[in-house]
């Protein structure tokens, strides 16, 4: 493949990591503040919603690495 092609499919991977990561964050954030106002259960249940967060920024960063390595060969 050619840089023309991947390097804009890089950086649009990075733009979404990013937004994701942002939005992961702000999760967190809630969450945190229900189990310092004492309701643990309901942190919990806020943060769950990081996991799918999480599974995607993983395949988004795995599509990164393998487009840096296409990228060099």
């Known amino acids: 493949m050619d840089a023309q092609t991947i390097e804009p499919a890089i950086k649009a991977c990075?733009?979404?990591?990013?937004?994701?990561?942002?939005?992961?964050s702000q999760i967190a954030k809630a969450a945190q503040a229900c189990a310092e106002a004492g309701s643990l259960a309901e942190a919990v249940h806020v943060s769950m919603d990081i996991e799918q967060l999480i599974y995607e920024i993983g395949r988004l960063h795995d599509a990164v690495c393998l487009l840096g390595r296409l990228s060099r060969s």
């Open 14 to 24: 990075l733009v979404e990591i990013h937004a994701k990561l942002k939005e992961a």
